[in-house]
């Protein structure tokens, strides 16, 4: 092993662990709190946090051992199997995301018929067509035989070995990825863009308030107009910084894997190996990356999370006293004997 495959192994077994610990953290926070399971985007965000955790226990480990033999790790069955999850979890993952888009479309565009238009069952209906939707291509990829240990990403993925089904596979793979990462994106777009605009459509009328307010009261301190400006700016800039984040990390993550399987597939230029497995960490970071973009650091869960830890703190410390104290009873006993 080369000093490339040591540091990309290094990379896949810190995306493991720090994806491992924020999923884990993510699920716990939807258990501990009644809060967060009573709302609807909470079931998109548990499925997401599925398709990541299964992600990181099942395909992380077989690139990594892929990354270090050079080879494909354990039989045929085993590397269909998860070649059949990685394309199924991967595009459950990117319809999860444009899930919580829409029902971040309706709260913020349609606030007053939210509820009846985004209510449980219909959440349960969208995460039914997302799991329908993952399930058909990995489906039609198994049965066609077109599931592989692929050694330019050191993966058992998407992967056709049969040069008379070159044209086919090419078209399989080119309508994939325009009804998983394209379709994806479009609606991300769409609907984070009309956020956006309904966002700042508020910030003006706000702004206009502030100012009017500022206006009347001739004899504000300096230091407090100063800060109610700079309020404003950070209000201004608070929606675009998130619409920012949800569409960024998304292309960010998936845009160069996906790019790389379809320069792979037109011949049109040679990929490199160590950018071929690059380009697949990123992919995987994006379960690394949404714990922190769509929970952990929202009030709601980072509130929760800290009182899992407080509680878990409190607990051990009490544990440890209570030990403490029986040591030390135990040493006077002894004393007085």
Same mark, same amino acid.
């Given at each position: ?34 809060? *967060?399971?009573?709302? @609807? ?6 499925? +997401?946090?599925?398709?990541? &955790?299964?992600? /990181?226990? #099942? ?111 090419? *078209?399989?793979?080119? @309508? ?6 394209? +379709?994806?994106?479009?609606? &991300?777009?769409? /609907?984070? #863009? ?128 209570? &030990? ?14």
């Amino acid at each position: 092993t080369g000093g490339g495959e040591v540091i990309l192994a290094f990379v896949v077994v810190v995306l493991m662990l720090v994806a491992l610990l924020a999923n884990v953290l993510v699920l716990m926070c939807f258990l501990y709190s009644a809060d *967060i399971r009573k709302q @609807v985007p909470g079931l998109f965000i548990l499925n +997401l946090t599925f398709c990541n &955790l299964l992600m /990181t226990v #099942l395909n992380m480990p077989l690139t990594l051992a892929g990354i270090i033999y050079k080879s494909q790790p354990g039989g045929d069955q085993i590397c269909h199997i998860v070649g059949f999850l990685e394309t199924f979890l991967t595009t459950n993952s990117m319809l999860s995301m444009a899930a919580l888009s829409i029902d971040r479309w309706i709260a913020v565009v349609f606030p007053l018929s939210y509820h009846s238009k985004m209510r449980y069952r219909d959440a349960a209906l969208i995460l039914s067509y997302t799991w329908l939707h993952s399930a058909s291509f990995p489906i039609v990829a198994a049965s066609l035989s077109w599931v592989g240990f692929h050694h330019l990403y050191a993966s058992c993925t998407l992967y056709n070995k049969k040069p008379e089904d070159r044209t086919q596979f090419v *078209i399989f793979t080119g @309508v994939f990825h325009t009804l998983s990462f394209l +379709l994806s994106l479009i609606v &991300l777009c769409f /609907t984070y #863009l009309k956020v956006l605009k309904v966002a700042r459509f508020h910030c003006k009328r706000i702004d206009v308030i502030t100012m009017q307010t500022l206006v009347l009261l001739v004899d504000i301190h300096p230091s407090v107009r100063e800060r109610c400006l700079e309020e404003q700016k950070r209000r201004r800039q608070r929606a675009t910084k998130k619409i920012s984040t949800f569409i960024g990390t998304f292309i960010l993550c998936f845009a160069p894997y996906v790019i790389t399987r379809l320069v792979e597939l037109s011949s049109v230029a040679h990929i490199n190996s160590h950018w071929g497995i690059i380009s697949k960490c990123l992919a995987y970071s994006k379960a690394v990356s949404d714990p922190f973009v769509y929970s952990l650091l929202r009030h709601q869960y980072k509130k929760t999370w800290k009182d899992i830890i407080n509680k878990i703190l409190k607990r051990s410390s009490i544990n440890s006293s209570a &030990l403490t104290s029986e040591s030390h009873n135990r040493n006077i006993l002894q004393l007085n004997e």
